[in-house]
């Protein structure tokens, strides 16, 4: 129960916020009037215990209408590749994650300023974020695209030696060799 009287506090706090600082929990909620069955059975369970236990005037409308402002709050580029405005969605501002998701809707709809992001992207790798790819994912991403990909890995290694720097103390190696599994642990 004390989790979901966070979650609903956390929503109504963040409705009477007038800075653009929200956190991404409404953009993760279950939608009310979702197309799947589960999204829409977990919401209501959401709200049913709300009411139940914290607001009795809290419903399914309440509900439907918090989220959709806090979402309207966040701007979220998803909205906009839902009704096709392209030029409004930042590239710079996606994640690395994102924007090779979404890399075929951006060059088909938005093929210069896509382009144009990536070619930029290319020769200044601070533009790519890479915060939240793994090595392997990159690599694949070679296949196919070498010079983006590259970009990445520049700008992952970036991230890499920062942690490295903060986190130092934490590292734990391990090696095998010969067919021996050694760990050195640096505390």
Known sequence: MRLIE???STL???VNRSDKSISLISKWMPS???SSYKQITLAKK???LVKLNFDKNFDYKAYR???TSLRVKLNLFENNLRIKDYQSINYSNLSGKSLKKYANAFSRN????YNDFINKSISDSNNLNANNFFAYEIIEHAF???NEAAAYWINMKKIVVQKTQIFYQCVILVVLWKGCLYTIQWV
């Open 6 to 8: 966070l979650i609903y």
């Open 12 to 14: 109504i706090s963040e």
């Open 32 to 34: 009310i009037n979702a």
């Open 46 to 48: 959401f709200v049913n």
């Open 65 to 67: 209408k918090l989220l």
């Open 110 to 113: 938005d093929f210069d300023k």
């Open 144 to 146: 196919y695209d070498i």
